[in-house]
């Protein structure tokens, strides 16, 4: 297809765009898993983001606003192919990732390094891409394209609070996930539960507040 | 402060999610405490290994070129008549029923405020941003420093960029921060890279090498000084790559 002549806004608005473009695939990939839905998804959302730039505000996170429409584009579609991920049941009893530092393994090497050493990329990917969907969609934002809590809120259209609890979950969930992958392949040594502990308690709950981590200083003070 | 609170955050911490207060207090407490400062140091390496778990996933040549021929048909589709208007109005209640609409008109605020007087990364940013025409279009360097010479109070020295395919495209006289400046711009692939030649002055690392980040907007700027000359680089390329392309030591 011949290329059309373009205006000036038009071509200034594509050029930017598509300097992200890198970016907007690669969380596609991580969001539908596939490359052909990944391609179908970013020219989705590209031509709604053309069709509603002026919507943009200028002086604003461009990122994070292409972000956001891929995002809804995705949840949208999901939403209508009723292809909606069952959530995995969280084992979050059990991980007390705490005493899983405390403990020194034989070799004098820290266990929480010979973990983070035993894990390869691929694997990791492979967990990441095991996870919820929304769980999914907050750890690649956050640790893959360093969105802020609140972008990340502005892209999923939740509380920040719920994105923290999301967060931690999920880590949470990924750090069990590839411990006990870990310790049935020997990679690292299964941890005993210390002598004459009590049962497992529930893992502490997450964190939605950073005020009151502010306002619990305050009163310390 | 408690360590059961320090888990707690710990996350907010490394999120970089803290006000300076709370980010000086809640090291303090990480200097002080074994256990807590491992948890932490575990947290930060499996951070790390999340993002570097992400492969380097370019989007496929095709889709570049669909996205672009996608991009000119509904350019023109805004810009035809009446008769072709219905047809992209009718999508309106549609996406609004999907909640797009509503949702794009929020403002994304981040991270970054306006500041008065604008900080020299915002500034490099947006004249990344603008594209203005250049006034000379070369891709020699030896052309460009020949043109600025008389021109700016310091001597041109272009960045060594590591990629062999970084073509320089021109340049254009501009100032960062009151001070004089080149803006060269280079095309690096599909994507631009900006780089700002200034007076070492202007930067606000003083003579570090050293390349120091900021993100603006979602783009990455990078600054540093190198043979007395300062730089500032500007790109939507992620900061791995980015890193790569200026690392010259």
Redesign the interface.
């Known amino acids: ?1 011949a ?2 002549k ?2 000036e806004p ?1 071509r ?15 969380m596609a ?1 991580r969001l539908t898993r596939d ?1 052909r839905d990944a ?1 179908d998804l ?2 989705d959302a ?3 983001a ?3 730039r002026s ?3 200028p ?8 972000f ?2 891929l995002t ?2 995705f949840y ?1 579609q999901v939403r209508k192919a009723k292809n909606i991920r069952k959530l995995e049941t969280e084992a979050e009893t059990g991980w007390h ?2 005493r899983f ?2 403990s020194a393994s034989s070799s004098g090497l ?1 266990t ?2 010979l973990l ?1 050493d035993a ?1 390869s ?1 691929e694997r ?2 492979e967990a ?1 891409d095991e996870l919820p969907d929304d769980f999914r969609t907050v ?2 934002l ?3 394209h ?6 990340i809120a ?1 892209i999923v ?1 939740c509380p920040v609070g719920t994105v ?1 609890s999301r ?2 979950r999920s ?1 949470r969930q ?2 069990k996930k590839l411990h006990d992958y870990a310790v049935e392949r020997g990679l690292v040594p299964a941890l005993a539960p210390p002598l004459g502990s009590a049962p497992e308690a529930p893992s ?4 939605t507040d ?1 005020e009151a ?2 306002r ?2 305050q009163v ?1 003070k | ?1 408690d360590c ?2 320090v ?3 710990v ?2 911490y490394l ?5 300076e207060e ?1 980010r000086v ?1 809640f090291a303090a407490h990480l200097a002080n405490c074994k ?1 807590c400062s ?2 932490a140091r ?2 930060e ?3 790390e ?7 380097q ?4 040549a ?3 070129a ?11 589709q ?2 035809g008549g009446a008769r072709r208007r219905w047809w ?1 109005w009718r ?1 309106v209640p549609a ?1 609004a029923a ?4 509503g ?10 405020k ?1 500041a008065d007087p604008q900080t020299l990364a915002e500034q490099s940013v947006r004249w990344h ?1 603008r ?1 203005l025409p250049l006034d000379v279009t070369d891709s020699h360097g030896d052309a460009i420093r020949r043109f600025f010479r008389d021109k700016v109070p310091f001597a041109v020295r272009l960045p060594r960029l590591a990629n062999p395919n970084a073509k320089l495209v021109g340049a254009r006289l501009t100032q960062l921060r009151g001070h004089e400046a080149v803006y060269l711009t280079y095309q690096v692939g ?3 890279v900006s780089v700002f030649v200034v007076d070492p002055r202007a930067l606000s690392g003083g003579q570090d090498s050293r390349i120091q980040w900021r ?1 603006v ?3 990455n700027v990078g600054t540093y000084v190198s043979d007395g000359t300062g730089y500032a680089v500007t ?4 900061r791995r790559r980015l890193v790569r392309l200026i690392s010259h030591e």
Request: aromatic content about 10%; proline content about 2%; hydrophobic content about 40%.
């Open positions: 297809m290329k059309r373009q205006d038009t200034v608005f594509e050029a930017e765009a598509l300097g992200h473009l890198d970016a907007l695939y690669a990939l490359e391609e970013v020219q590209l031509v709604k053309f069709r509603f919507s943009y505000q002086d604003t996170n461009i990122k994070a606003w292409l956001k429409i809804r584009t949208n990732y705490e530092i405390s820290a929480e390094d983070l894990i990329s990791l990917r990441i750890v690649v956050c640790d893959v360093g969105f802020s809590y609140k972008e502005e259209d923290m967060l931690y880590r990924l750090q502490a709950s997450p964190a950073l981590y502010r619990q200083r310390e | 402060m059961q609170e888990h707690k955050f996350h907010a999120d970089g999610e803290f006000a709370d207090a256990p491992r948890i575990f947290e390496r499996f951070k290994k999340l993002r570097a778990s992400e492969p996933a370019s989007a496929p095709r889709l570049r669909r996205i672009e021929g996608v991009l000119a048909q509904a350019a023109q805004q810009r992209t999508l996406l999907a909640g797009v609409i949702a794009l008109g929020v403002t994304l605020g981040g991270r970054e306006r941003r594209q599909a994507q631009r993100g907007h979602g783009y790109s939507e390329m992620d």
